[in-house]
C-alpha cells in the first residue's frame, strides 16, 4: 500500500521567512496530492492540492510542487505570518484511501 | 452553518464501556470517512461510506462498528473500549466516490478511556 514520508517533524521560522514542507510517496499510482492545516483543536482543512498532470500549483502565498519522477511533492509557504502557525499534513491518493503524511508542526514568531 | 458536525466533541469514558459517536453533514457528499488522530498526530482512514454503502474498511478491531442511516450521517460505535482507543476521531466528507476530492473535516470527538 502506500506510504507517505514527511519531512521535517518541527519547523520554526521568522515571520516573513519562507517555509518549506517535503513529502515523499512510494506508490506510483498516486495522482492526487492535498495539504491539510490542521490548527489547535480544530479538524484539518485543505489549503492547496495538485493533481499528477501539474508540476506545480501557486495560490497567493502557497505553492506546491509535484516531481512524478522522484516520488516527492513540496508545500512552500512565503512571507510567513503567526497565524500560519500550525500543522501541516501532506497526503496522497489513487483513488481509494488517503494517506497522510506524520505532519509537521510550523511555528511562526514575530 | 456547520458543514461537517459531531457530537460529542469530548467523550470520558471507563475501559470495558459502549459508546457512540455521531456525524453529520449537509453539504450533499456522498462520501463520508472516519479517521483516528493518535497521540502524536498521526492521521489515520478506518472506514469509508459513499451512500450508505462500505467501500473503505481499514485494519480496525471489530469492536468498532461503523453504521450509515442515510448519506447524511455516519456513526461509530465502539464496543468494549480499551485504553488505546483514547484519541482524537475525525469525520470527513467529500463529494464522489473516491479520494482525490476535497474532503471536508468535521472538529473531532476527542476520546479518553480510563
Known amino acids: 500500500g502506500e506510504n507517505v514520508e514527511q519531512h521535517p517533524s518541527t519547523l520554526s521560522v521568522q515571520e516573513g521567512d519562507s517555509a518549506v514542507i517535503k513529502c515523499t510517496y512510494s506508490?506510483?499510482?498516486?495522482?492526487?496530492f492535498p495539504w491539510y492545516k490542521q490548527e489547535l483543536g480544530k479538524g484539518p482543512q485543505l489549503i492547496i492540492d495538485?493533481?499528477?498532470?501539474?508540476g506545480e500549483k501557486k495560490d497567493q502565498r502557497i505553492a506546491v510542487t509535484l516531481n512524478k519522477t522522484a516520488k516527492h511533492f513540496s508545500l512552500h509557504i512565503t512571507e510567513t505570518q503567526p497565524e500560519d502557525s500550525a500543522v501541516y499534513f501532506c497526503a496522497a491518493s489513487g483513488g481509494t484511501a488517503l494517506i497522510f503524511g506524520k505532519g509537521t508542526t510550523l511555528s511562526v514568531s514575530s | 452553518d456547520t458543514a461537517v458536525s459531531q457530537t460529542p466533541k469530548y467523550l470520558v469514558t471507563q475501559m470495558g464501556n459502549d459508546k457512540s459517536i455521531k456525524c453529520e453533514q449537509n453539504l450533499g457528499h456522498d462520501t463520508m470517512y472516519w479517521y483516528k488522530q493518535d497521540s502524536k498526530k498521526f492521521l489515520k482512514i478506518m472506514f469509508s461510506?459513499?451512500?450508505?454503502?462500505?467501500?473503505i474498511n481499514e485494519t480496525v478491531p471489530n469492536r468498532f462498528s461503523p453504521k450509515s442511516p442515510d448519506k447524511a450521517h455516519l456513526n461509530l460505535h465502539i464496543n468494549s473500549l480499551e485504553l488505546g482507543d483514547s484519541a482524537v476521531y475525525f469525520c470527513?466528507?467529500?463529494?464522489?466516490?473516491?479520494?482525490?476530492?476535497?474532503?471536508?473535516f468535521g472538529p473531532g470527538t476527542r476520546l479518553l478511556v480510563l
Open positions: 461510506y459513499n451512500n450508505k454503502e462500505l467501500i
Open positions: 495538485i493533481r499528477s498532470n501539474v
Open positions: 470527513a466528507s467529500s463529494q464522489g466516490r473516491t479520494s482525490k476530492e476535497t474532503q471536508y
Open positions: 506508490d506510483s499510482a498516486s495522482n492526487y
